[in-house]
Each structure stands twice: as C-alpha cells, then as structure tokens.
C-alpha cells in the first residue's frame, strides 16, 4: 500500500492535484492523508499558500480547517470513488515544511503532493514561497508538483533529466521505475550537454542507469545546450509530448541549480505537466 500526503489549502488548484493523484494511483491500495496547515496572523486564519478573507476569529481555526478537510473528502469520494483508497484527515497549526518532514518520517511517506498555483510554468511552480521551500526543505520523500488546471493524462511519457553526474542508487531511482512499470511508460532520459564529451564519471553512471533501466521502454537523448538549460528541456518535453517530467533534486545537481537564483528568474519553461520530485543524497 502507497502512502501519500496531499497538502492542500482549499483552492481549485489544489484540489485538481488531489484529483490527479487519486486517478494516477486509481489502480492501487493506497492510504492519503489529506493535509492543512495553518496559523494566526493579524486576526486571521492563514494557510499554507494564501491568506483566506472568509475566515477570521473569534471562529476556532482548527475546527474551520477540519471542516474543511472533511468537505474535500467528500467530494473526492464523489468525484472519485475507489474502494482501494482510504483516507485520514490531519489538521496542524504551525509551518508546512516541519509538518510535511515530520509525517514523512513518522507515517513512512511515499510521496508528498501539492498543487503550483495560479501561474504556468516552472518559474510560477518554483517561485511561490512555500512551493519552493517544501522542495528545498522537504528532503525525506519525494514531492509531486501538479500544475493548475491540467488534465488529466496516463503518464504514457516519461522524461528523466539528468546531468550524470551523479551515481543512481536502486533505492533513488525506485520512485521513477516502479512509475514507469506500473504505467507501462517510456522513459526519454534527457541530458543537456555542457561539453562534448561526456567524463569518465559520467560515462560510468550512464551506464549503470541503463542496466537499471533495462526492463523499460527507455531511450537516451543528448541535447544541445542553447541559451540554457530550461529552454531545451522545454523544448523536449514539448516535441515528444512529456506526460510527467521527473529530476533529482542533488544538494549540487541539475535541478538545485535551476532553483537557484538568479537562475530562477530568467527560467523561462512553460512546463504545463506535472513535476516528481525525487531528494538524495550526494
């Protein structure tokens, strides 16, 4: 059985990534803990994305989150009726990130969902304050990212980018393997070069990734490297029609320098599908 936390603070977007999921997983025993977060600031209820005007004191902001809570699991089960799915309900007052790490740790969490908010593309789903903290905070699970509004679609394409520069531990890549064979997916594994040839290094780990990978629909690609990095990965997942794009977030790897600013702010990706997250260490 999967376990999964859905953090959410009650806007449409949020709740098309509790839709997204329930559909990615419909065929699979899974437990969700449905998740709010909140606290008090100037008389007011506070969630972990935005403020909410409708809701302010002398009302009990735990129990206006429960309730809450309680009313996105019922639609859910109305929407998306599965006996295979059970549910739990977890109302905290303080920070997201603490609450989000904790669980993971204590509930044995395979996978943290959140919903990006009212822009497109990865610049909004990585520039929104508490988004781009749980990435960089969160370091114990992995993290899927679903934009809003989307649709949606069997991830039928995989990609996987990778700068190789990293060994691929079983345990790491188990996220994305056990995705894809599930799915039946084919996995793009996407590198954008940085220099002709690929180092000893990387050759090595190129290597063990396709012995991993043996099982799979995989194919390689090299990439120029243009203007940057985001662009061609854009460009990629838009020729091939990406269905879910996964990277691994390495405390030196490709994806930490892509949040990094000012990087952050000239990414010009108009990623429109939803993004796995997967932490590890160097």
């Avoid at 790490?101 to 497109?120: E, S, T």
């Avoid at 990609?159 to 188990?174: E, P």
């Avoid at 940085?194 to 629909?217: F, G, P, V």
Wanted: proline content about 4%.
């Amino acid at each position: 059985m999967k376990n999964i936390v859905f953090a959410t603070d009650f806007s449409n977007e949020a709740y098309n990534a509790l839709f997204y999921i329930t559909k990615l997983f419909e065929k699979k025993e899974c437990h969700f803990y449905l998740l709010n977060t909140y606290y008090l600031h100037k008389r007011r209820i506070t969630n972990y994305t935005m403020a909410s005007e409708d809701l302010q004191e002398p009302l009990n902001p735990g129990d206006l989150s429960k309730a809450a809570l309680l009313s996105t699991l019922h639609r859910i089960n109305l929407d998306v009726p599965n006996p295979k799915h059970s549910y739990d309900i977890v109302s905290e007052k303080g920070n997201l990130q603490e609450t989000l790490k904790d669980l993971a740790a204590r509930l044995k969490i395979d996978l943290l969902v959140l919903g990006n908010g009212k822009k497109k593309g990865l610049t909004a789903l990585l520039s929104g304050n508490q988004v781009k903290e749980s990435i960089e905070k969160v370091r114990n699970c992995p993290i899927l990212i679903v934009p809003e509004a989307y649709e949606y679609s069997a991830p039928r394409h995989v990609a996987f980018a990778t700068d190789y520069k990293n060994y691929f531990h079983a345990r790491v890549l188990f996220p994305l393997l056990t995705l894809a064979g599930e799915w039946n997916s084919k996995v793009f594994t996407v590198h954008v070069k940085e220099k002709e040839d690929l180092s000893i290094r990387q050759k090595a780990n190129m290597a063990t990734l396709k012995k991993y990978m043996a099982h799979l629909n995989h194919s390689m690609y090299f990439m120029p490297k243009f203007s940057n990095k985001s662009k061609v990965i854009d460009t990629f997942i838009k020729e091939l029609d990406i269905d879910m794009l996964v990277m691994m977030h390495y405390e030196h790897g490709l994806f930490n320098r892509l949040i990094q600013k000012p990087i952050l702010e000239e990414l010009c990706m108009s990623v429109e599908i939803p993004l796995l997250i997967i932490p590890c260490n160097n």
